[in-house]
Structures are given as structure tokens and as C-alpha cells.
């Protein structure tokens, strides 16, 4: 079974490629920021808490997050393989993924990193603010969260790169080249 971590600012389209490959491999998706959002969405305590942070652009903490994300992988049943999308965003969380995976006797197969400018994320995202219905798909927003990323999630492709793990491809283009580019990177694993 594979593990593979699907890695990029906000807006990269982390949900767009999960959804291709998903698609193609049958491999299970895991969108921590989607589990939140359902939380959110069905009123839990969880969901209360969560929202907090979402709204203004800021993250989980990671001691809830990595609690949140062991019990969501642990309930997924037999699968080809997971994508993780939007989860590790800090290094905390990137070491208690490692050691989760191990005690279960795995490992993350693959980070695959979509770079893209930051000019083009924010392009994105305030489209994407026109009809997501998310509160945090707005400029100012949009804004702390690119900021959140570079200092909290950055730091993830040098931890990445340590691990051998880290696979970089263009995160622009057609939906196509960047699916093919991903596509070429697992099937190579
Ligand atoms: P993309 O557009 O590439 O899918 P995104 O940053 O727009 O990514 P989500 O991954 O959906 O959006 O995350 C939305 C919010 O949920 C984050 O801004 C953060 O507040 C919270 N969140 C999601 N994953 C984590 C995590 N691993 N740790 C902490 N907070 C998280
Ligand atoms: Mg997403």
C-alpha cells in the first residue's frame, strides 16, 4: 500500500490532482482541510473549534490535527493506497506521520510538491472565493494564509527533501501536464 503526501500552498490545487488520482488508482483521499469543513458543517465541538482557526487563516494546533488525522486514516479499510492533501502542514505534524505510519508498518511513499507562483495563488483563490463559499477564500485572508504557509509549511521541503522523499512538479499548465507529471512520479515508485 502506498502513502503518498500531495504538498503545495493554498491554492495549488492539492484537491484538484487528489480528486485525478483517485480517479485512476483507486487510492483513498484523505482532505484534512474537508474533514474540518464537515465538522464545520455538521456543528460538532470539533467543528466549533476548528472554525476559529479556519476563519481567520490560521492552523489547527497540531496535537488536535494529528489526533484528528490518526483516527481518520485508521477508519479508511483496505485500500491500494492514501493521499494525504492539506496534512503535514507543520513539522511536527510531517514526524508524527512518519512514526504513525511506522508503528503501522509503513511510510510516506512519496512527497509530491505543486509549485506554483504566489502571484497565481492568489489569482486562484479569489476566483475560487467567488462561488466556494468559504469564509477564508477572501483577499485579506488569502493573504495570512500564504503567509502561514511560508513560514509554518515551507520548512516541509527541506524535511521532505532530507527524507528523499520530495518529488517537485510544475503546478500550472492544463490539469492534464500536471496530472502526467504526477502520474509519472508514482507510477515510478
Ligand atoms: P488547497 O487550495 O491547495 O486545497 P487550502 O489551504 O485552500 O488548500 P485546506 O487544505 O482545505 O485549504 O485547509 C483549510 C484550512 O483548514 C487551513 O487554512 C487550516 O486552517 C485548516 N487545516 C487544514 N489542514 C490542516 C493541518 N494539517 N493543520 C492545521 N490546520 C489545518
Ligand atoms: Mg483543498
Known amino acids: 500500500m502506498k502513502n503518498i503526501v500531495i504538498f503545495g500552498a493554498p491554492g495549488s490545487g492539492k484537491g484538484t490532482q487528489s480528486a485525478l488520482l483517485v480517479e485512476k488508482y483507486g487510492f483513498k483521499h484523505i482532505s484534512t482541510g474537508d474533514v474540518l469543513r464537515n465538522e464545520i458543517a455538521g456543528g460538532s465541538e470539533l467543528?466549533?473549534?476548528?472554525?476559529?482557526?479556519?476563519d481567520d487563516g490560521k492552523l489547527i494546533p497540531d496535537e488536535l490535527m494529528i489526533e484528528?488525522?490518526?483516527s481518520v486514516y485508521d477508519g479508511l479499510g483496505q485500500t491500494e493506497g492514501v493521499i494525504f492533501d492539506g496534512f503535514p502542514r507543520t513539522i511536527p505534524q510531517a514526524e508524527a506521520l512518519k512514526e504513525m505510519l511506522a508503528k503501522r508498518g509503513?511510510?510516506?511513499?512519496?512527497?509530491?510538491?505543486?509549485?506554483?507562483?504566489e502571484a497565481m495563488l492568489?489569482?486562484?483563490?479569489?476566483?475560487?472565493?467567488?462561488?466556494s463559499g468559504?469564509?477564508?477564500?477572501?483577499?485579506?485572508?488569502?493573504?495570512?494564509?500564504?503567509?502561514?504557509?511560508?513560514?509554518?509549511t515551507a520548512p516541509l521541503i527541506d524535511?521532505?527533501?532530507?527524507?528523499?522523499?520530495?518529488?517537485?512538479?510544475?503546478g500550472y499548465g492544463s490539469l492534464e501536464e500536471i496530472n502526467a507529471a504526477l502520474c509519472a512520479v508514482i507510477d515510478a515508485l
Request: no cysteine; proline share 2%; charged share 40%.
Open 159 to 170: 524535511w521532505y527533501e532530507h527524507e528523499g522523499k520530495r518529488h517537485a512538479v510544475k
Open 122 to 131: 492568489v489569482e486562484r483563490l479569489v476566483e475560487r472565493g467567488k462561488t
Open 106 to 117: 509503513g511510510q510516506v511513499d512519496a512527497m509530491l510538491e505543486l509549485d506554483v507562483p
Open 47 to 54: 467543528g466549533k473549534t476548528a472554525r476559529t482557526y479556519i
Open 134 to 152: 468559504r469564509a477564508d477564500d477572501n483577499e485579506a485572508t488569502i493573504r495570512k494564509r500564504l503567509d502561514v504557509y511560508t513560514r509554518q
Open 68 to 70: 484528528i488525522l490518526a
